[in-house]
């Protein structure tokens, strides 16, 4: 039985759709239904992910600058619970165990991202370099090697230096493209002899929206309308800085790869007849996506954007549109600035045509689109408010990226499902079956042509998980952050997804039903493991303070 989240869907319309409807659709041409039984390709690489924030703790150890995050998570009332990333799965201080747990799950890279504040504390290069910042991700680095896992780096994972963000503005301010830049550059002297593999940023989209425009995200500013805009028109210019850096200076000798990681949800139209709805849902995936990957692939924002802020800032009396643009000189700079893709996904949305009024007060990136976004109750839904599984929606994405950028090498950077539960259950059987159904729509992807090198499952680890603190986790290890000592403990999803990379894939349907029982099973010593080390902790809570005594003399 899928645990069922309490909590109403946000922002989003409950639509119930008769199943037959959504088995008939079929807008990229292909058929979604029956399991599909095969292996990847050979060299296929499979992976799973963390970020510094959200795994390091050690937040003010070792010479390391605040962040934007250390800043609003301890703001009362911004994060769930009021939880902080202070500690975390104390990351910082168990490289060799978790590179243990990533060589016993078997995985070819590891993704991670670097803390700019850890290695420039102000980020602003010319003040300081924290040399034990550096000395922590050559650890890292050096002891995944010597494992055979891939390093793969994200830059930027939302942590921006909290003296950016109060001296300038942070990505409000075209001044963050050279102080990334220069960030980046440190990190391919220092790191690139052993890493071939970067990502400029981990999905902007809620760097810009999130963070200046609904301000849930660090730094929490509401700037509706346009603070978006300016956030990612800086950040596709600091992307493409640093790609030509790398182009320029680093390939010659090092031989790497830089991309970006872009998130972006399905949008499927709620009535296949009904042209508006057609391009509501394209709408809704050029708004999410294609506003950073249209540029990166052509050199330009998505027509459909232009077109629809263009009018609504006409229709509020503005002068120019509140979507920035780009000279023709920026244009053929960004351009072509990406060597491979890294896609994140793990929902999908109905969509249909909705006209928002325009306005001074209504203005903002979400009435701009004109559409509505609608779930059908029938999709699972195991935790997050947000997080359906609907797993033909990946393959629907792959096809798209395909289709519109030309087929460019993929590395799908994050998958993988949360759950709110109260109690602990290592038994995570809805995570296994996420995990299937969602590697085989890849895996049909990759038969329809989508050209994707590897997967990496979100998250190596259960983690702090931004504002929603550690009530959702997405871990394939469980960390128990009530014991300050972090220990990790596999889920049932550790065994299913070790016996996947084993296959390279779903060799046939006995087989793959032996592992979710052989996993299910294991996992219930784990949780009289886990249980055990509660009630010692409980006794040892529970157990009578006694003071030293002192005989005075």
């Excluded at 956030?231 to 493409?240: C, L």
């Excluded at 084993?502 to 949780?527: D, I, T």
Aim: glycine share 8%; proline share 4%.
């Amino acid at each position: 039985m899928l645990p069922r989240s309490a909590s109403c869907v946000c922002h989003v319309f409950v639509l119930v759709l008769c199943l037959s409807s959504a088995e008939d659709f079929d807008w990229t041409k292909n058929e979604h239904g029956s399991f599909y039984y095969g292996t990847f390709p050979a060299g296929f690489s499979w992976g799973a992910g963390s970020s510094a924030y959200q795994t390091e703790g050690a937040w003010d150890k070792d010479g390391k600058g605040l962040s934007i995050w250390d800043v609003f998570s301890h703001k009362k009332g911004k994060i769930q619970q009021n939880d902080t990333g202070d500690s975390s799965c104390e990351g910082y201080h168990k490289v060799k165990d978790d590179v243990s747990l990533m060589k016993e799950l078997k995985l070819n890279h590891y993704r991670f991202s670097i803390s700019w504040p850890r290695l420039i504390p102000t980020g602003i290069k010319s003040d300081h370099i924290n040399e034990r910042g550096i000395q922590y991700y050559d650890e890292l680095i050096d002891h995944l090697l010597e494992n055979k896992i891939t390093p793969i780096v994200t830059l930027y994972h939302w942590d921006l230096p909290q003296v950016l963000q109060e001296k300038y503005g942070g990505w409000q301010n075209i001044s963050m493209v050279n102080h990334f830049n220069e960030f980046a550059n440190l990190c391919f002297e220092r790191f690139g002899n052993r890493v071939k593999y970067w990502m400029t940023f981990n999905n902007p989209w809620s760097v810009a929206v999130e963070g200046y425009e609904t301000g849930e995200h660090a730094p929490g500013l509401r700037l509706r309308g346009t603070g978006a805009y300016r956030a990612a028109h800086h950040i596709i210019k600091a992307h493409a800085k640093v790609w030509h850096t790398y182009d320029t200076q680093w390939r010659g000798k090092q031989k790497g790869l830089v991309g970006v990681s872009l998130s972006g949800d399905w949008g499927e139209p709620v009535d296949i007849s009904n042209q508006k709805d057609i391009e509501a849902a394209e709408r809704y995936v050029q708004f999410y996506l294609g506003w950073f990957a249209t540029p990166i692939f052509h050199g330009d924002y998505p027509q459909v954007m232009k077109d629809f802020v263009g009018r609504k800032s006409v229709q509020q009396g503005l002068g120019t549109s509140r979507l920035p643009t780009f000279s023709p000189q920026e244009k053929s700079y960004i351009k072509g600035t990406c060597d491979f893709l890294g896609i994140g996904h793990f929902t999908t949305r109905y969509i249909t045509q909705k006209n928002h009024p325009s306005g001074r007060s209504t203005s903002s990136y979400f009435t701009d689109r004109d559409l509505a976004e609608l779930v059908d109750p029938r999709w699972p839904d195991p935790g997050s408010e947000w997080l359906y599984s609907v797993p033909w929606g990946f393959r629907r994405l792959l096809n798209f990226v395909k289709s519109q950028y030309g087929n460019p090498m993929i590395y799908v950077t994050e998958n993988g499902v949360s759950e709110k539960m109260l109690c602990t259950e290592l038994c995570d059987e809805w995570r296994i079956l996420y995990y299937k159904d969602y590697i085989n729509e890849m895996l049909k992807a990759i038969k329809d042509g989508v050209n994707v090198k590897g997967y990496t499952a979100w998250s190596l680890l259960d983690k702090f998980e931004w504002d929603e603190g550690y009530s959702e986790r997405f871990g394939l290890y469980y960390v128990d952050f009530r014991n300050k000592n972090k220990p990790r403990y596999p889920k049932a999803s550790v065994q299913f997804y070790k016996r996947i990379i084993s296959s390279n894939g779903f060799p046939n349907q006995r087989e793959v039903e032996n592992w979710r029982r052989k996993a299910v099973e294991m996992c219930s010593s784990s949780n009289q493991l886990l249980a055990a080390a509660r009630r010692q902790s409980k006794e040892h809570a529970e157990m009578p303070k006694v003071w030293p005594v002192h005989d005075e003399v």
